[in-house]
C-alpha cells in the first residue's frame, strides 16, 4: 500500500525557507548534510506530523570553484504545498507582518496562497469555517499563486 513520505522542494536559502515555513506552524524535525555530494535535506513537519506528511528542503550548496550557485525558477512544474491551519486570519497576518505577499486572500475565511522565499506557491486551508472578515474580505488577489 503506497504512503506519503514527503513533498521536496529545492531552495536557495534554508534559514529563510525554514523562517518562512515556521510562520505557518511547522518545524525542523531533521537534517542531514552531505560533503560528498556537497547538499543538505532539512525536513520540516507539523507537530506530530513527523514521519507522516514531512517536507524536504534540498540545499544545493554553491560550486567549490566559486561560480554562480543554482537558480530554480518555475518549481519545475510543481503546484503547490498545502497545509490545514488552526485559524486562516491569524496564520495570513503573521506572513504578512514578516513581509510576505498575500497572494490569494482568505476573503472567505477558508483559502489562501502565499509563495516561499524561492517562489513555491503555498495554500492555506481553515481547519473548519470562519466568517468572511476585513481587511481579508476586500482584498484583491496580488500577482500569481
Known amino acids: 500500500m503506497p504512503k506519503f513520505l514527503h513533498a521536496m522542494i529545492r531552495v536557495t536559502d534554508p534559514a529563510a525557507t525554514i523562517a518562512f515555513f515556521q510562520l505557518i506552524g511547522l518545524e525542523e524535525v531533521r537534517r542531514h548534510d552531505s560533503p560528498q555530494g556537497r547538499f543538505t535535506l532539512i525536513f520540516l513537519a507539523a507537530p506530530g506530523d513527523e514521519g507522516v506528511a514531512e517536507v524536504e528542503l534540498t540545499y ?23 497545509y490545514r491551519v488552526e485559524n486562516i486570519y491569524d496564520t495570513c497576518a503573521r506572513l504578512q507582518s514578516a513581509g510576505h505577499t498575500i497572494h490569494r486572500p482568505p476573503r472567505d475565511g477558508h483559502m489562501a496562497f502565499v509563495k516561499s522565499p524561492d517562489g513555491i506557491s503555498i495554500e492555506l486551508l481553515q481547519d473548519g469555517h470562519l466568517p468572511a472578515q476585513e481587511p481579508w474580505a476586500s482584498m484583491p488577489n496580488t500577482g500569481t499563486w
Open 60 to 82: 544545493n550548496w554553491p560550486p567549490e570553484d566559486g561560480s554562480p550557485a543554482e537558480v530554480y525558477g518555475g518549481g519545475r512544474n510543481f503546484g503547490h504545498l498545502a
